[in-house]
């Protein structure tokens, strides 16, 4: 089992800036990936970015330019530094770990940060 704490949310202006974090603990055999998600009002989820162990990343088109993940692997934590707020960016962010062992598919979520982007 995999836990995952996030925290970072909050109430910003636009054109703000907010550092998102997410802790990583238990057994992480077979993580390969760690990212965030995020779920607007009314909306699905979506992918926002994505670090993999061999540190290559992957963005969501609407955060590219703005957004930059990072990883810290001595403390198994990933960081979303995000840049330039907007209104739309306005979503429940979870953290996200996956990957696989053996024929089994892994996947875990964390308990999801409020990010609110107003004036």
């Known amino acids: 089992q995999v836990q995952l704490v996030g925290s970072g949310g909050g109430l910003v202006l636009p054109g703000g800036s907010l550092r998102l974090s997410c802790a990583a603990s238990g057994t992480l055999v077979g993580i390969n990936s760690m990212g965030w998600y995020r779920q607007p009002p009314g909306k699905q989820r979506e992918m926002v970015a994505i670090?993999?162990?061999?540190?290559?990343?992957d963005y969501g088109d609407s955060v590219k330019g703005r957004f930059t993940i990072s990883r810290d692997n001595a403390k198994n934590t990933v960081y979303l530094q995000m840049n330039n707020l907007k209104p739309e960016d306005t979503a429940v962010y979870y953290c996200h770990a996956g990957g696989s062992l053996g024929y089994a598919s892994l996947t875990y979520w964390g308990q999801g940060t409020q990010v609110t982007v107003s004036s």
């Open positions: 670090t993999t162990n061999d540190g290559s990343a």
